[in-house]
């Protein structure tokens, strides 16, 4: 198959950072590889702690400067006229991502669109966000005022990349804080290219500040950086903790977006028909590399045969290969991430894989390919039904009843998202109550939902909100004036 992901349309050097409105190269360099291939694309670079330092000096300067001094209708024109430009450039975004994250290719398009309506929504909301007038003791006017933080400090990983800078950095930019990005050194190619985007559609310089680099080197130093006034993590459950302790010794606040081992729950009356193409795509989409990805499904035991049948029937139908010939799963981000995925694998008790798909003959063999595997037969105990494996791989459990479902379903210590397939409405409001989830969907399930949703989760998936409204609010802080006139 010829690599047609070395077409990659960049128009820009990825060597270079964003500190200030000024494009410059940081000391040193990280590679970037295209992991359908396993080739190098290019280099990256490699921000350091004094590149946080003067990132986060120049988002203080902006402000104090332009940029703080525009209103929030300002701020929303702006705000949309960027999400105009990523839209007319989505298809060159898509397929930087394609090469750089390795995912199928409408997937890609499906993120470039979500980021341009990201930027669209939060541009229709800037000027929205309003306080309150409050009743107090006679002779008392009160208000709230809702100011942005200032700096906010936004940590990204890979495999949503552009779906998560639009969502945080949206809705940051929209409060009016100013930015400073630490995208993920295995995919920052699209924070990057956004970036240059939103300086030519008019962001003053400063608004937005790209530092690429390494978590432990530019992560970290950000996350304890004592002029970022609020830190927005998406990523791993043991950063998390690490970032959320480095905001307690600054005592910012700290939003979390951490990972998932979220159900979808399958009662004897379900519409199976509807259920099923959910079922098995929430749990390979991104090549399972999804926190909202949906890893278990738990089915009502006079059904589960069937739906183990059915589901390996998808499963043996499911093609692996390179991002660009856009097949239902691309390869895992890395060797790294493929060599974790199957030692979860090599976990399975005898006779429990129910089903594999296939990878294209023709996939490069430098890629990181993994054949996506249905399991049954591990209990809600074994580690491949507790721990996020963060690849194509689902847990089949049954369950006898509702208790037993919710048990099941509340028993990992994550809290992202549920689905619940059932065609009784008065099981449908108890379980939405009863389950551990910062979303349930009933019959149906979106991986995370949509930008008007707000997204996050409860326990290991950590805590504040993302998308909708809900965001804005968490990247704003509330004033209360209390006038006392007489
Ligand atoms: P990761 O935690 O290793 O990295 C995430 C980001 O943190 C990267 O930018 C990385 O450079 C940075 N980082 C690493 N070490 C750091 C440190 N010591 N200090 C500061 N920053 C540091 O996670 P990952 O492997 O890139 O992503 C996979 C994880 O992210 C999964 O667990 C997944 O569930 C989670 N995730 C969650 C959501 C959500 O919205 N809940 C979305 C996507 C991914």
């Known amino acids: 198959m010829p690599n047609r992901a070395d077409a990659t349309p960049l128009w820009f050097d990825p060597a270079e950072m964003l500190v200030g409105g000024i494009w410059r190269r940081a000391a040193g360099t990280l590679p970037v590889e295209n992991p359908s291939t396993g080739a190098g694309i290019g280099a990256l670079a490699r921000g350091t702690a004094a590149d946080v330092d003067a990132a986060v000096a120049a988002a203080g300067a902006a402000r104090a400067g332009d940029w703080g001094r525009m209103t929030a209708a300002e701020r929303g024109r702006l705000l949309a006229r960027i999400g105009r430009a990523v839209a007319a450039r989505a298809d060159d975004l898509a397929r930087i991502e394609a090469a750089d994250v390795g995912k199928p290719l409408r997937q890609a398009r499906a993120d470039a669109a979500a980021l341009a309506r990201y930027m669209e929504f939060y541009g229709g909301a800037a000027d929205k966000l309003t306080g309150e007038t409050i009743p107090y003791l006679d002779g008392y006017t009160v208000y709230t005022l809702r100011e942005p933080h200032g700096v906010t400090g936004h940590i990204v990983p890979w495999n949503y990349p552009m779906q998560i800078v639009g969502r945080s950095v949206g809705a940051a930019l929209a409060a009016g804080n100013a930015c400073v990005l630490k995208p993920a050194e295995e995919a920052s190619l699209t924070a990057l290219a956004f970036a240059r985007i939103a300086e030519e559609a008019g962001l003053p310089p400063g608004a937005l500040n790209v530092v690429p680099g390494l978590g432990e080197e530019a992560g970290a130093a950000l996350a304890a950086h004592p002029g970022v006034h609020h830190l927005s993590f998406t990523g791993s459950v043991a950063v998390g903790r690490a970032v959320q302790a ?9 939003t979390l977006e951490l990972g998932g081992k979220s159900p979808q729950l399958v ?4 519409d199976l028909d509807a259920a099923l193409p959910l079922l098995v795509g ?7 590399q999804t926190c909202s ?6 089915v009502e035991r006079s059904r589960y045969a069937e739906v ?14 390179p991002a660009l010939a856009d097949l239902d799963l691309g390869p895992l981000i890395s060797a790294r991430q493929k060599a974790i ?21 023709d996939a490069p063999a430098g890629g990181h390919y993994l054949a996506p595997a249905l399991l049954a037969g591990p209990g809600p105990g074994h580690p491949l039904a507790q721990e996020e494996i963060f690849g194509p791989v689902q847990v089949v459990i049954p369950f006898g009843d509702e208790d037993e479902a919710v048990a099941i379903a509340n028993g ?33 399930y979106g991986a995370g939902g949509g930008v008007e949703l707000p997204f996050g989760g409860t326990g290991k998936s950590g805590h504040g909100r993302e998308k909708g409204f809900e965001a804005l609010y968490g990247f704003t802080t509330l004033k209360t004036v209390a006038a006392r006139h007489g």
């Open 246 to 254: 480095a905001a307690a010794a600054n005592l910012v606040p700290v």
């Open 267 to 270: 009662f004897a009356d379900a």
């Open 282 to 288: 929430a749990g390979i989409q991104n090549a399972g």
């Open 293 to 298: 990805a949906a890893s278990r499904i738990l």
């Open 308 to 321: 183990i049948a059915r589901m390996a029937g998808r499963y043996r139908a499911l093609r692996a290969g």
């Open 341 to 361: 995925v199957e030692g979860f694998l090599a976990m399975a008790p005898e006779g429990s894989v129910a089903a594999r798909g296939e990878i294209v003959a």
């Open 412 to 444: 990992t210590g994550y809290g992202l998202v549920a689905a619940v397939w059932t065609a009784s409405g008065a099981r449908q409001m108890r379980l939405a109550k009863r389950l551990r989830a910062g979303q349930v969907f009933l019959n149906d």
